[in-house]
């Protein structure tokens, strides 16, 4: 009994494309797996799930508990409405399938559905279209903003060349240095927009390797860890904008470690190879990942859920463009960006297809 091989916890991607959240369980309620759609229901991931019991995730444990004693050792199922933390501490209501599997691992498997359209999206997804919006908001007011700032500017410069008191001139210099950081702005949040990607093969260690090297003339006291899967394949993508991801993750990193006094600092860059990976609705048969793990004092809390939108900053000399312009250009080129952030520990993983024109088995979750 003790030997029996646990649940796989990865590899189970088909379950992903489920669209009601599924829990696996073992005898004692213990949650071994979990689905895409349950991580997106609870508000958590799979790994946060995992270390969970189902009893955790219920109001109340009672009504499960009956149906479980009951039915020990049968291969039996029931539909069941239950009432279940769901995330952000909406409670809901769910049909809840409960089935008793008769083995040891799982013994038993939940289902949960949901009208809820808009549960049923992936949280990814939905950071996505939101951070559209705000992308599309932010354009036409930073268009609005340049118009009349050009104005301003000369307006000013040409007053400078008329007057002679240096107390005004230093006035109108104020004036001109103030729409420039203006102007520099708004053309930070303006260039992010649809950019022309570049194919080329590459090996995705190139990249890293430049970024390591400019990190560490910048930041001397920091230390560069490199734990590489030399077998990755070349991968298709636009070179100078895939540097321009790692390094903006790279640079927050180390920014927070600098800034937090950390002792001992450390990044480690993690490649890895991916199979039948699903990435944003579509499934690739191989893609790189990518981790930039940090010591630091973890993403603050308060902006866990924002850190991707642009103008959104724990620091005031940040703009907030880094991340945004990270996820634009990953999820341009079919790729998922994502972290998970604690004190001590904080993991930046991106997934990149290995080539552009190979994904396969396309599905829409909501037809
Ligand atoms: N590795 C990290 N450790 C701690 N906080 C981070 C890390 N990466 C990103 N952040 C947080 O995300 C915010 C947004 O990052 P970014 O979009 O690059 O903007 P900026 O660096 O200009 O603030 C940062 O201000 C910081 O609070
Ligand atoms: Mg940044």
Request: one cysteine or more; a negative charge; proline letters at 3%.
């Amino acid at each position: 009994m003790g030997q029996a091989q646990p649940f796989s916890l990865v590899n189970f991607d088909i379950a992903d494309l489920i669209t009601a959240s599924i829990l696996c369980l073992d005898s004692s309620g213990r949650i071994l797996f979990a689905n895409s759609s349950a991580e997106s229901l609870f508000g958590l991931s799979k790994s946060q799930l995992a270390r969970l019991n189902v009893e955790d995730l219920l109001k109340s444990s009672e009504k499960f508990r009956e149906f479980c004693s009951a039915n020990e050792e049968e291969s039996s199922h029931i539909q069941t409405k239950l009432e279940w933390n769901i995330a952000r501490s909406r409670d809901a209501r769910l049909d809840t399938m409960i089935t008793q599997t008769g083995m040891l691992y799982p013994s038993c498997v939940v289902e949960l559905r949901t009208d809820l359209r808009s549960i049923k999206i992936s949280k990814e997804e939905r950071r996505a279209d939101l951070v559209k919006v705000n992308k599309m908001i932010l354009k036409n007011l930073g268009h609005e903003v340049k118009n009349p700032l050009g104005g301003i500017r000369g307006a000013a410069q040409l007053l400078k060349d008329e007057l002679v008191e240096d107390e005004l001139v230093e006035y109108t210099n104020v004036i001109i240095k103030e729409a420039d950081r203006l102007r520099d702005l708004v053309d930070n949040m303006l260039i992010s927009s649809k950019r022309a990607i570049k194919y080329e093969q590459v090996n995705i260690h190139e990249l890293t390797e430049r970024v390591r090297t400019l990190i560490e003339s910048e930041y001397k006291q920091i230390s560069i860890i490199c734990d590489y899967d030399v077998s990755i394949p070349e991968l298709e993508c636009d070179v100078t904008q895939i540097v321009q991801v790692i390094l903006n993750v790279c640079r927050n990193a180390a920014e927070a470690l600098q800034r937090h006094n950390i002792k001992n600092p450390k990044i480690t860059l993690k490649s890895r190879i991916a199979r039948q990976k699903t990435l944003r609705r579509k499934k690739h048969t191989l893609a790189a990942l990518l981790e930039i793990r940090d010591n630091g004092p973890g993403v603050p809390y308060s902006i866990q859920d924002q850190i991707f939108y642009p103008l959104v900053s724990s620091h005031p000399n940040g703009h907030g463009i880094g991340l945004t312009l990270a996820q634009e250009i990953i999820h341009a080129h079919h790729g998922l960006i994502d972290f998970e952030s604690r004190e001590g520990l904080t993991i930046f993983s991106i997934h990149i297809p290995i080539s552009k024109s190979e994904s396969v088995n396309e599905f829409s979750m909501d037809s």
